[in-house]
């Protein structure tokens, strides 16, 4: 542990947010803490995560995000010579009713608007792209090839690794307990070991967001709700692009499905319950695997004898309206939020590090002033463009 007690930047949390705006600030010359009450970097909700990383988003503060995600990731082995587990391959999203298909459909030139490479394929594309897909009703598609897939367990190393490299310091097992302030500015941390200055406060907390709000005096209006996900054994490389099916399940228990095949062949999978499992429980449930098994073969038959290998449930931490929080803090300096990534933090996660970096080293974020105030704290007042694509 360092003697080193004053700082340009504390960051608190060391998952999907932190760890790569930790990385981008180092690289930007500043000094840098990283507080994380876990053992190692990534172990909260970022090692939960399934790995997609899409700009296929329905507002602007998402897909121009993600775009500089997607810049960060698909570039980084090349530039680093570190493999992160970068499959490109885009993502997909099968339709098979009219009502789906008019949706995404009216929302391609708003996408394109926005930087993306997407468009509408029809049926025989989806086929080739999802060699095996059920074939009864199905209209066509989006198809996004610039997304991708990165390792969940393979990033948080790289980007630490790099962060170190130039100057970034790691406290693990290290839990905040408070926030110093001078008046309306926060000027350092409390922690149960010590405490630290610094001239900007970054909390990126993920699902321990809203337990900060009484230390700040502020309320952070993220509750974390968890999901399930699993993994196969792996097979033959068949399946490019990452899925997304829209279809509400037959079961009445899921809304959305999406899957992939990683580098190592393996089947990744997650699915969006109807009803929400509030909390931080951690325990999987019994039926999730039979629902995700029908899902899985309904659409994919050929999938029928795939051999899975575990499964786990991680958090995501939810606004109200579904869209992060990236904001300086309310009527304090020296302060910025982070927080409610809802789901969404691994792809979201280098470009909000670009944006933060952008915000205190140039005093302004590098987003468009409509995309950035998708993620103003006081969003409320403003009328922005409502998410879809969940």
Same mark, same amino acid.
């Given at each position: 542990?360092?003697?080193?007690? !004053?700082?340009?930047?504390?960051?608190?949390?060391?998952?999907? *947010?932190?760890?790569?705006?930790?990385?981008?600030?180092?690289?930007?010359?500043?000094?840098?803490?990283?507080? =994380?009450?876990?053992?190692?970097?990534?172990?909260?909700? !970022?090692?939960?995560? $399934?790995?997609?990383?899409?700009?296929?988003?329905? =507002?602007?503060?998402?897909?121009?995000?993600?775009?500089?995600?997607?810049?960060?990731?698909?570039?980084?082995?090349?530039?680093?010579?570190?493999?992160?587990?970068? &499959?490109?391959?885009?993502?997909?999203?099968?339709?098979?009713?009219?009502?789906?298909?008019?949706?995404?459909? %009216?929302?391609?030139?708003?996408?394109?608007?926005?930087?993306?490479?997407?468009?509408?394929? !029809?049926?025989? =594309?989806?086929?080739?792209?999802?060699?095996?897909?059920?074939?009864? =009703?199905?209209?066509?598609?989006?198809?996004?090839?610039?997304?991708?897939?990165?390792?969940?367990?393979?990033?948080?190393?790289?980007?630490?690794?790099?962060?170190?490299?130039?100057?970034?310091?790691?406290?693990?097992?290290?839990?905040?307990?408070?926030? @110093?302030?001078?008046?309306?500015?926060?000027?350092?941390?409390?922690?149960?070991?010590?405490?630290?200055?610094?001239?900007?406060?970054?909390?990126?907390?993920?699902?321990?967001?809203? +337990?900060?709000?009484?230390?700040?005096?502020?309320? #952070?209006?993220?509750?974390?709700?968890?999901?399930?996900?699993?993994?196969?054994?792996?097979?033959?490389?068949?399946?490019?692009?990452? /899925? /997304? %099916?829209?279809?509400?399940?037959? +079961?009445?228990?899921?809304?959305?499905?999406?899957?992939?095949?990683? &580098?190592?062949?393996? *089947?990744?999978?997650?699915?969006?319950?109807?009803?929400?499992? *509030?909390?931080?429980?951690?325990?999987?449930?019994?039926?999730?695997?039979?629902?995700?098994?029908?899902?899985?073969?309904?659409? #994919?038959?050929?999938?029928?004898?795939?051999? *899975?290998?575990?499964?786990?449930?991680?958090?995501?931490?939810?606004?109200?309206?579904?869209?992060?929080?990236?904001?300086?803090?309310?009527?304090?300096?020296?302060? #910025?939020?982070?927080?409610? @990534?809802?789901?969404?933090?691994? @792809?979201?996660?280098?470009?909000?590090?670009?944006? $933060?970096?952008?915000? #205190?080293?140039?005093?302004?974020?590098?987003?468009?002033? +409509?995309?950035?105030?998708?993620?103003?704290?006081?969003?409320?007042?403003?009328?922005?463009?409502?998410?879809?694509?969940?």
């Amino acid at each position: 542990m360092s003697a080193n007690k !004053n700082f340009d930047v504390i960051i608190v949390g060391c998952g999907s *947010i932190g760890n790569p705006t930790a990385c981008q600030l180092a690289q930007a010359g500043l000094k840098v803490l990283v507080i =994380d009450r876990r053992s190692s970097a990534g172990q909260g909700e !970022n090692k939960t995560a $399934i790995g997609g990383v899409r700009a296929t988003h329905s =507002d602007p503060g998402k897909i121009s995000t993600c775009l500089f995600s997607i810049d960060i990731f698909s570039s980084w082995e090349e530039k680093y010579g570190f493999d992160i587990g970068w &499959k490109p391959g885009g993502y997909c999203f099968p339709v098979y009713d009219l009502k789906t298909e008019t949706t995404l459909r %009216d929302l391609i030139p708003y996408q394109q608007e926005c930087g993306m490479r997407i468009n509408w394929v !029809n049926p025989e =594309d989806i086929r080739e792209l999802i060699p095996g897909i059920n074939r009864e =009703d199905l209209r066509g598609g989006t198809y996004s090839p610039d997304d991708g897939q990165v390792s969940s367990i393979l990033a948080p190393v790289a980007f630490q690794r790099e962060a170190m490299k130039h100057g970034a310091i790691y406290h693990f097992n290290e839990t905040v307990t408070g926030y @110093m302030r001078e008046g309306d500015k926060v000027t350092g941390v409390k922690t149960d070991k010590d405490s630290y200055n610094a001239e900007w406060v970054v909390l990126a907390a993920g699902s321990d967001a809203a +337990e900060h709000g009484p230390m700040l005096g502020i309320e #952070i209006p993220v509750i974390p709700d968890s999901h399930e996900a699993g993994i196969s054994a792996p097979i033959e490389h068949f399946l490019d692009p990452l /899925v /997304v %099916d829209l279809r509400p399940g037959p +079961e009445g228990k899921t809304a959305n499905f999406y899957f992939g095949q990683n &580098k190592e062949g393996q *089947i990744i999978f997650c699915y969006t319950p109807k009803e929400l499992f *509030i909390g931080k429980d951690r325990e999987s449930l019994s039926e999730f695997l039979p629902v995700l098994a029908g899902r899985l073969v309904s659409l #994919i038959p050929r999938l029928k004898n795939l051999l *899975i290998r575990r499964i786990w449930r991680g958090c995501y931490p939810m606004t109200p309206d579904g869209v992060p929080i990236i904001d300086y803090g309310p009527g304090l300096e020296g302060l #910025i939020l982070a927080v409610g @990534m809802c789901g969404q933090g691994l @792809m979201l996660g280098p470009g909000v590090g670009r944006n $933060i970096t952008s915000m #205190i080293t140039k005093g302004k974020s590098c987003l468009s002033s +409509e995309a950035q105030n998708c993620f103003i704290y006081e969003r409320d007042l403003l009328d922005t463009k409502t998410e879809t694509l969940k």
